[in-house]
């Protein structure tokens, strides 16, 4: 990765929970389709899914788990 990567990758991560998602969420929308100019793994109802849930944690019907909790629990889930 270059330096600016690296930097932004930094910064970053310092950001909310709910700015990182939807951060993520516009990378990934941004990333090249297959060849047939659609995305092979695209799945309405996921996606419908993930927009019900995102907007449940914008409004703040549900907590967001901050992403340290959340490893922790993996790593010892895995330990």
């Given at each position: 990765?270059?330096?600016?990567?690296?930097?932004?990758?930094?910064?970053?991560?310092?950001?909310?929970?709910?700015?990182?998602?939807e951060?993520?969420?516009l990378?990934?929308?941004?990333?090249?389709?297959?060849?047939q100019?659609?995305?092979?793994?695209?799945?309405?109802?996921?996606?419908?899914?993930?927009?019900?849930?995102?907007?449940?944690?914008?409004?703040?019907?549900?907590?967001?788990?901050p992403?340290?909790?959340?490893?922790?629990?993996v790593?010892e889930?895995?330990?």
């Amino acid at each position: 990765m270059t330096a600016l990567t690296d930097q932004l990758k930094s910064q970053l991560l310092r950001l909310p929970v709910e700015d990182r998602a939807e951060l993520a969420h516009l990378l990934l929308v941004s990333l090249p389709q297959d060849e047939q100019g659609e995305d092979s793994d695209f799945d309405p109802v996921l996606e419908a899914e993930l927009e019900r849930r995102a907007e449940e944690l914008r409004t703040g019907k549900v907590p967001g788990t901050p992403i340290e909790d959340v490893l922790a629990r993996v790593r010892e889930k895995h330990a």
